[in-house]
């Protein structure tokens, strides 16, 4: 499994997240093919879909559905790199800029789904942490 020579609580810019794992600069789910992992981020300084966590157990919520699609994207790669127990890292962002290293991730579960207050609807997967 690919190591990102990071240590549990360690905070780090975006800017070396994205040289470690050669991933996109945003988003909360972001694919790196050359180190062959999904990096995703809480970023709790922003609105949007809650994401929940009880103990080692995070709920994460992924992308809105498009109107004629289910699973497609990036939300389609995650829930494949989760049943592959494929390489997922977790990040959460507590202030700008700062993105705090949770550690690996792994499938709690099948997603579900939820509706937010606008109508959409957007599956919620179920994490775990490495410990």
């Known amino acids: 499994m690919f190591d990102p020579s990071l240590t549990v609580g360690e905070t780090i810019s975006n800017r070396r997240l994205m040289d470690i794992f050669h991933c996109?600069?945003?988003g909360g789910v972001?694919?790196?093919?050359r180190t062959g992992t999904v990096v995703l981020v809480i970023n709790n300084t922003?609105?949007?879909r809650p994401n929940t966590e009880k103990g080692d157990a995070i709920s994460f919520a992924g992308r809105p559905f498009a109107e004629d699609q289910k699973f497609a994207g990036a939300?389609?790669?995650?829930?494949?790199?989760?049943?592959e127990d494929r390489p997922v890292f977790l990040f959460e962002v507590?202030?700008?800029?700062?993105?705090?290293?949770r550690g690996p991730v792994k499938s709690g579960g099948e997603p579900t789904v939820a509706t937010d207050d606008e109508g959409a609807t957007y599956p919620v997967f179920k994490l775990k942490l490495y410990r």
């Open 24 to 26: 996109a600069c945003e």
């Open 30 to 33: 972001r694919y790196s093919s």
């Open 46 to 48: 922003k609105s949007g």
């Open 75 to 83: 939300n389609k790669r995650l829930r494949e790199f989760l049943s």
């Open 94 to 101: 507590n202030a700008p800029g700062q993105y705090t290293y």
